[in-house]
């Protein structure tokens, strides 16, 4: 059914628009069939979905434990103009829209709520310019991040942010989520590339942000507000993306250690040492356990902890000598560096492999994403062992170590309703445990409907009062993906 005023409604109208959309058809609130047909009204027949087995398989991403509802309608517009007129019907009926990419999202911030429109953008995915003199490019929030990947590499270029599921997700759901990656060490993370964006508000209005420049700073920064907020203030229908020269090969270096701690002071040594490695990973060994028996990888079964760093320098064999050379310091029991890009590449292959193994060890994982100062990455490890041995429970740990951002994933039975309980609460106390060493909630995947309490817990009731009212400003009916970060 269609949200009714009172459910989708957070505060008093203040905007024009509100005030139009009060004297929409009263008669057209809770009827399906009505929105259905507004929408049409704009929209060739072939992007309004409303068979309810096809819209119920765009009701949810790829997270656990995250409560998701029955859309009313799927729409997959391929225009601005199109996005313009669902939003315009939203607001005029009120009815709840949730923007999706490709949902490969792990928070739940692209689970639909009852009765509500789901904006699917996969079918706006054109790259609509590439240039190398100004180092940008412009693209729709459908493109796979991937396929940009590939398209600039043509032009001698590079766009750095490469999350695990780069061959899937789309740069929509990557600026909806600020997501990271395995080269942010050297080269950061998505909202460093994001320079302007164009965004249909809740009322239909197209906005831009931002500039082409390299450098600006005229008004506040809008684009940096979008960036992370989940859809929850407008829909991003066109981004420009900064773009860098295309780095030499990377080298990789892999380091076994007798504990998480050793590689974890490991880590530290690296970066107080100076070096800026293109990436700095680290795989606990539940982890390096899982990827040897799904894979057969030949990996040492008596690893307590796996280092890989890569570098992409001019010189990048002197780089990893110096790295092992310090790896060696802090325990490392082999260190053994590549030679080449293909012995580079299998080098990477078991990190790449880490979260499907660990879902094999199951059958149901729960991603936790805490991040953590550098300094701190060994007692987070210690603590999540013994958050596995409390609640009898496989926690795996891969971890962006270079930036401090680890994924420990809960493995579990889902038909257990006991274990999943008790994997519930175990990634409870993890959130816990990384706050409590200065950390944060999330370094990449989002709050969504999964980390909706501790967000409160981490920004306070002041944030949080400030948090809602920059919402309240975009999305004063409260129909933008709504039930998401607070």
């Not at 628009?17 to 060739?44: M, Q």
């Not at 292959?349 to 550098?374: F, H, N, W, Y």
């Not at 420990?408 to 274990?419: M, R, S």
Request: proline content about 6%; glycine content about 10%.
């Amino acid at each position: 059914m269609i949200m009714s005023r009172s459910e989708v409604r957070t505060a008093e109208d203040t905007a024009d628009t509100a005030d139009t959309a009060d004297t929409a058809d009263t008669e057209a609130l809770g009827d399906p069939g009505i929105l259905t047909d507004r929408l049409l009204a704009g929209l060739p027949a072939e992007a309004v979905l409303t068979d309810p087995d096809v819209t119920t398989s765009y009701a949810n991403d790829m997270a656990s434990f995250c409560p998701a509802g029955v859309p009313a309608v799927v729409v997959l517009p391929r225009t601005v103009e199109q996005v313009q007129h669902v939003m315009r019907t939203a607001t005029e009926l009120r009815v709840p829209v949730v923007p999706q990419g490709a949902r490969t999202g792990l928070s739940g911030g692209a689970n639909a709520c009852d009765g509500c429109i789901v904006l699917s953008l996969t079918k706006m995915d054109r790259i609509l310019e590439i240039n190398p003199v100004d180092r940008i490019a412009v693209v729709e929030p459908g493109v796979v991040n991937a396929a940009l990947s590939r398209a600039v590499e043509e032009h001698g270029l590079c766009y750095p942010p490469d999350p695990s599921s780069w061959e899937m997700c789309t740069i929509g759901g990557n600026i909806g989520t600020a997501s990271g990656g395995l080269c942010c060490v050297k080269y950061g993370v998505t909202a460093e590339y994001v320079l302007g964006l164009d965004v249909v508000l809740a009322d239909g209005r197209l906005m831009t942000t931002g500039r082409r420049t390299a450098k600006g700073v005229a008004g506040y920064d809008l684009t940096r507000l979008f960036v992370g907020s989940e859809g929850s203030l407008g829909i991003v229908v066109r981004a420009v993306l900064a773009l860098k020269p295309k780095p030499p090969e990377q080298l990789v270096l892999a380091a076994e250690f007798a504990s998480a701690a050793e590689a974890c002071d490991a880590v530290c040594r690296i970066m107080a040492g100076g070096h800026v490695p293109s990436l700095l990973e680290l795989m606990d060994r539940t982890t390096v356990k899982a990827v040897n028996d799904m894979a057969h990888m030949g990996l040492p079964e008596t690893t307590e902890a796996l280092l890989l760093a890569a570098f992409d320098t001019l010189d990048p064999a002197a780089d990893l000598a110096a790295v092992g050379a310090l790896c060696e310091a802090a325990g490392a029991t082999q260190v053994v560096p590549a030679d080449d890009a293909a012995e580079s590449e299998l080098l990477l292959q078991a990190r790449r492999l880490s979260l499907t193994a660990l879902e094999a060890v199951k059958g149901t994982t729960m991603i936790d994403d805490v991040c953590v100062p550098r300094s701190q990455l060994g007692p987070l490890f210690e603590g999540i062992e013994r958050i596995a041995e409390k609640y009898r429970l496989t926690i795996g740990v891969c971890a962006h170590a270079g930036d401090g951002n680890t994924h420990p994933t809960v493995c579990f039975d889902a038909a257990d309703p006991d274990e999943s309980r008790r994997a519930r609460e175990s990634f409870d106390e993890i959130m816990a445990l990384g706050l409590q060493l200065g950390g944060t909630i999330t370094g990449e995947h989002g709050v969504g409907v999964l980390k909706m309490e501790w967000l409160a817990r981490e920004i306070g009731p002041v944030g949080m009062e400030m948090q809602r009212a920059v919402k309240h400003a975009f999305d004063p009916l409260g129909i933008l993906n709504p039930g998401k970060l607070f």
